[in-house]
């Protein structure tokens, strides 16, 4: 899974322009993400330049090396045309209606699937069944 990262806020606190304080465990879960569960990290943030790459180090000194930074994927030229979407499976980012979980509930919920995404147009919900449908199909 391709998963988009925000920066200030979400890895650190908000001290922009400057590198926050760690937020607890989030360094540790992108590695468990990135490192042992293979999913693709992209640091997705408005911090360009050599505010960027800043937040791009302060990542790699501790472990966890982006697939792409704000970008689908490395390389990907620029237009000169401002801010683009993201192609990703999922966004982690402060600004989420209803906030930032704690690190080990984001975990739990990649982990485990247990997330909320549309459905695709060529997916249909699946129907809760009820007892008798279970029992007799």
């Known amino acids: 899974m391709t998963i988009a990262i925000d920066f200030d806020g ?48 302060y990542c790699r000194e501790r472990g966890v090396e982006f697939y792409a930074v704000n970008s689908n994927f490395p390389g990907e030229p620029k237009d000169g045309m401002g801010a683009r979407k993201l192609t990703a499976d999922l966004f982690i980012d402060d600004r989420n209606l209803g906030g930032l979980p704690d690190w080990g509930v984001i975990y739990q919920m990649i982990h485990t699937g247990q997330y909320n995404r549309p459905y695709l147009p060529d997916e249909k919900p699946k129907k809760k069944e009820n007892i008798l449908q279970r029992i007799f199909g």
């Open 10 to 57: 979400t890895i650190v606190t908000h001290a922009y322009p400057a590198i926050g304080k760690p937020i607890p465990f989030a360094i540790e879960t992108l590695r468990q993400l990135q490192q042992v569960d293979h999913h693709q990290l992209i640091l997705w943030s408005c911090r360009e330049g050599e505010l960027l790459q800043q937040a791009v180090d």
